[in-house]
């Protein structure tokens, strides 16, 4: 079921103007806008990595980890078929169900960098302490501008 979604922009003397939808030109604008603000996506989600280069040769676009301490891959795509996306993303899923706990601090320390450690980061994020076991499960999401 289709949905109709309209965008208002409030304008000078409290006028209201519509915003037409338009294409995003570039998914690594989309990719930077996520990874400085995951919460677009979710609020359960902490960015650990980006254009993170699996051993299939391709590279994650953000890698997280959710409150739980599950890896998220999320995939960001735009003008490809879905049996395309789908096989990428099954790759990458297959990478990182063989992560350990501990690969997955080394990756997150590396790309946090001074906003780290990953315990650290998680706490702040989450609230909560970095469980002891990482990737007990993962998910997948893919983002795409149509």
């Not at 040769?57 to 078929?81: H, Q, Y």
Request: glycine share 6%; charged share 30%; with cysteine.
């Amino acid at each position: 079921m289709p949905k109709d979604v309209r965008i208002w922009e409030v304008r000078a003397e409290d006028s209201l103007a519509e915003l037409k939808p338009a294409k995003l030109d570039l998914e690594e604008r989309i990719e930077s806008w996520l990874e400085q603000d995951i919460s677009i996506v979710s609020d359960d989600l902490l960015v650990i990595g980006r254009q993170v280069g699996t051993s299939f040769g391709g590279a994650i676009d953000l890698l997280c980890l959710d409150s739980n301490g599950d890896a998220v891959i999320v995939e960001l795509k735009r003008d490809k078929t879905p049996r395309d996306i789908t096989a990428q993303v099954l790759d990458y899923a297959s990478w990182v169900q063989d992560l350990s706990s501990e690969r997955i601090i080394e990756l997150a320390d590396q790309y946090l960098g001074d906003q780290g450690p990953l315990e650290d980061a998680f706490e702040r994020q989450f609230e909560e302490q970095l469980p002891e076991t990482l990737n007990g499960h993962h998910r997948m999401l893919v983002l795409a501008s149509e």
